[in-house]
Protein backbone atom coordinates (compact mmCIF):
# COMPACT_ATOMS: atom_id res chain seq x y z
CA UNK A 1 0.00 0.00 0.00
CA UNK A 2 1.50 3.57 -1.17
CA UNK A 3 1.39 6.25 1.54
CA UNK A 4 -0.80 9.63 0.82
CA UNK A 5 2.41 11.03 0.91
CA UNK A 6 3.99 9.26 -2.02
CA UNK A 7 0.90 9.11 -4.00
CA UNK A 8 0.73 13.29 -3.91
CA UNK A 9 4.23 13.37 -4.77
CA UNK A 10 3.55 11.23 -7.60
CA UNK A 11 0.66 12.96 -8.55
CA UNK A 12 2.87 16.51 -8.55
CA UNK A 13 5.58 15.10 -10.54
CA UNK A 14 3.15 13.58 -13.32
CA UNK A 15 1.57 17.39 -13.41
CA UNK A 16 4.75 19.33 -13.46
CA UNK A 17 6.01 16.86 -16.53
CA UNK A 18 2.74 17.56 -18.68
CA UNK A 19 3.24 21.31 -18.13
CA UNK A 20 6.82 20.82 -18.89
CA UNK A 21 6.32 19.48 -22.15
CA UNK A 22 3.39 21.93 -22.94
CA UNK A 23 6.05 24.62 -22.84
CA UNK A 24 9.23 22.73 -23.75
CA UNK A 25 9.52 22.45 -27.65
CA UNK A 26 10.30 18.63 -28.51
CA UNK A 27 11.96 19.71 -31.41
CA UNK A 28 14.75 22.81 -31.55
CA UNK A 29 13.55 25.94 -31.89
CA UNK A 30 14.56 28.46 -34.71
CA UNK A 31 17.09 30.43 -33.60
CA UNK A 32 15.40 33.83 -33.27
CA UNK A 33 12.57 31.76 -31.02
CA UNK A 34 16.05 30.76 -29.12
CA UNK A 35 17.67 34.25 -29.09
CA UNK A 36 14.67 35.37 -27.32
CA UNK A 37 14.27 32.88 -24.48
CA UNK A 38 17.90 32.98 -23.93
CA UNK A 39 17.68 36.78 -23.43
CA UNK A 40 14.50 36.51 -21.10
CA UNK A 41 16.31 33.88 -19.64
CA UNK A 42 19.33 35.81 -17.67
CA UNK A 43 18.33 39.04 -18.81
CA UNK A 44 15.43 40.04 -16.23
CA UNK A 45 17.83 39.32 -13.62
CA UNK A 46 20.58 41.39 -15.21
CA UNK A 47 17.92 44.28 -15.25
CA UNK A 48 17.06 43.77 -11.38
CA UNK A 49 20.66 43.46 -10.25
CA UNK A 50 21.72 46.85 -12.52
CA UNK A 51 18.64 48.80 -10.58
CA UNK A 52 19.71 47.53 -6.92
CA UNK A 53 23.32 48.94 -8.30
CA UNK A 54 21.66 52.11 -8.94
CA UNK A 55 20.07 52.32 -5.45
CA UNK A 56 23.44 51.33 -3.88
CA UNK A 57 25.20 54.07 -5.95
CA UNK A 58 22.37 57.12 -5.87
CA UNK A 59 22.82 58.56 -2.73
CA UNK A 60 20.25 61.16 -3.29
CA UNK A 61 17.64 58.11 -3.75
CA UNK A 62 18.12 57.67 -0.17
CA UNK A 63 17.42 54.10 -0.72
CA UNK A 64 20.06 52.29 -0.17
CA UNK A 65 19.12 50.54 3.02
CA UNK A 66 16.24 49.14 1.06
CA UNK A 67 18.57 47.66 -1.42
CA UNK A 68 21.25 46.78 0.89
CA UNK A 69 18.33 44.54 2.98
CA UNK A 70 17.00 43.03 -0.61
CA UNK A 71 20.55 41.76 -1.77
CA UNK A 72 21.26 40.64 1.63
CA UNK A 73 17.94 38.61 1.61
CA UNK A 74 18.34 37.25 -2.21
CA UNK A 75 22.21 36.14 -0.94
CA UNK A 76 20.37 34.46 2.11
CA UNK A 77 17.76 32.89 0.34
CA UNK A 78 20.28 31.97 -2.05
CA UNK A 79 22.19 29.89 0.32
CA UNK A 80 18.83 28.09 1.80
CA UNK A 81 18.00 27.03 -1.97
CA UNK A 82 21.58 25.48 -1.78
CA UNK A 83 21.11 23.59 1.09
CA UNK A 84 17.35 22.33 -0.24
CA UNK A 85 19.58 21.00 -3.72
CA UNK A 86 21.81 19.09 -0.76
CA UNK A 87 18.71 17.54 0.99
CA UNK A 88 16.41 17.02 -2.46
CA UNK A 89 19.30 17.10 -5.76
CA UNK A 90 16.21 17.00 -8.67
CA UNK A 91 17.67 16.46 -12.13
CA UNK A 92 17.19 18.73 -14.64
CA UNK A 93 14.82 17.88 -17.26
CA UNK A 94 17.61 17.31 -19.67
CA UNK A 95 19.48 15.44 -17.19
CA UNK A 96 16.54 12.99 -16.10
CA UNK A 97 15.50 13.07 -20.08
CA UNK A 98 12.27 14.51 -20.14
CA UNK A 99 13.72 17.02 -22.49
CA UNK A 100 16.57 18.44 -24.45
CA UNK A 101 18.66 21.80 -23.21
CA UNK A 102 18.20 24.39 -26.09
CA UNK A 103 21.31 26.31 -23.75
CA UNK A 104 24.30 24.99 -22.32
CA UNK A 105 23.70 24.77 -18.98
CA UNK A 106 25.35 22.69 -15.97
CA UNK A 107 23.76 19.60 -14.71
CA UNK A 108 23.32 20.69 -11.01
CA UNK A 109 20.05 20.45 -9.12
CA UNK A 110 16.94 22.03 -10.52
CA UNK A 111 15.28 22.83 -7.40
CA UNK A 112 14.21 25.77 -6.81
CA UNK A 113 15.08 27.85 -9.14
CA UNK A 114 17.73 30.41 -8.15
CA UNK A 115 17.42 32.86 -10.93
CA UNK A 116 13.45 33.10 -10.23
CA UNK A 117 14.45 33.13 -6.35
CA UNK A 118 16.80 35.96 -6.18
CA UNK A 119 14.39 38.14 -8.47
CA UNK A 120 11.19 37.08 -6.60
CA UNK A 121 13.09 37.99 -3.25
CA UNK A 122 14.32 40.97 -4.47
CA UNK A 123 10.77 42.17 -5.54
CA UNK A 124 9.57 40.67 -2.15
CA UNK A 125 11.97 43.47 -0.69
CA UNK A 126 11.26 46.34 -2.40
CA UNK A 127 7.25 45.27 -1.75
CA UNK A 128 8.22 46.31 2.00
CA UNK A 129 9.28 50.02 1.54
CA UNK A 130 6.24 52.37 0.10
CA UNK A 131 9.04 54.14 -2.30
CA UNK A 132 10.31 51.17 -4.14
CA UNK A 133 6.67 49.38 -4.91
CA UNK A 134 6.11 50.10 -7.91
CA UNK A 135 9.37 49.02 -9.05
CA UNK A 136 8.87 45.98 -6.97
CA UNK A 137 6.02 44.86 -9.28
CA UNK A 138 7.82 45.89 -12.13
CA UNK A 139 10.45 43.38 -11.18
CA UNK A 140 8.14 41.07 -10.12
CA UNK A 141 6.33 40.70 -13.40
CA UNK A 142 9.63 40.38 -15.00
CA UNK A 143 10.08 37.21 -13.47
CA UNK A 144 7.05 35.54 -15.76
CA UNK A 145 9.01 35.55 -18.67
CA UNK A 146 12.44 34.39 -17.01
CA UNK A 147 9.88 31.54 -15.62
CA UNK A 148 8.96 30.79 -19.15
CA UNK A 149 12.28 31.35 -20.67
CA UNK A 150 13.99 28.61 -18.89
CA UNK A 151 11.26 26.21 -19.11
CA UNK A 152 11.64 26.44 -22.54
CA UNK A 153 14.95 26.25 -22.54
CA UNK A 154 14.46 22.57 -21.15
CA UNK A 155 17.23 23.47 -17.71
CA UNK A 156 13.59 23.67 -14.92
CA UNK A 157 10.45 22.58 -14.54
CA UNK A 158 7.55 24.47 -13.89
CA UNK A 159 7.44 22.81 -10.05
CA UNK A 160 11.17 24.72 -9.65
CA UNK A 161 9.44 28.35 -10.53
CA UNK A 162 6.49 27.14 -7.78
CA UNK A 163 9.36 26.32 -5.50
CA UNK A 164 10.83 30.24 -6.25
CA UNK A 165 7.74 31.43 -6.01
CA UNK A 166 7.50 29.58 -2.26
CA UNK A 167 10.80 30.68 -1.07
CA UNK A 168 10.79 34.73 -2.39
CA UNK A 169 7.16 34.54 -0.07
CA UNK A 170 9.12 33.06 3.06
CA UNK A 171 11.60 35.52 2.42
CA UNK A 172 9.07 38.30 2.31
CA UNK A 173 7.69 37.02 5.01
CA UNK A 174 10.73 36.65 7.18
CA UNK A 175 11.31 40.41 5.97
CA UNK A 176 8.49 41.94 7.22
CA UNK A 177 8.63 40.78 10.29
CA UNK A 178 12.16 42.55 10.35
CA UNK A 179 11.43 45.65 8.70
CA UNK A 180 8.39 45.76 11.56
CA UNK A 181 10.46 44.85 14.50
CA UNK A 182 10.51 48.15 16.76
CA UNK A 183 14.34 49.66 16.90
CA UNK A 184 15.18 49.00 20.82
CA UNK A 185 17.40 51.35 22.34
CA UNK A 186 19.34 50.78 25.17
CA UNK A 187 17.55 52.21 28.43
CA UNK A 188 20.02 54.64 30.47
CA UNK A 189 19.67 53.55 34.21
CA UNK A 190 20.88 56.27 36.21
CA UNK A 191 23.63 55.31 39.06
CA UNK A 192 23.43 58.25 41.48
CA UNK A 193 20.49 57.82 43.75
CA UNK A 194 19.23 60.93 45.95
CA UNK A 195 21.01 61.64 49.49
Not at 115 to 124: D, E, P, R, S
Not at 137 to 143: D, E, M, P, R, T
Request: aromatic letters at 8%; proline letters at 7%.
Amino acid sequence: MTSPISGFGTLAYAVDLRLFHAIHPSTPPSSAMLQVARGLADGPLILTAAFLGTMLMVPRWSMRSTALKASVAAAATLLANLIIGLIWDRARPFVAGAGQAWVSHAATGSFPSDHLTAQWVIAGMLLLDRRTRAWSLAIALLGLPMAWARIYLGVHYPGDMLGALAMGALAMWIGWGWLRRPATTPAIVSSSSPT
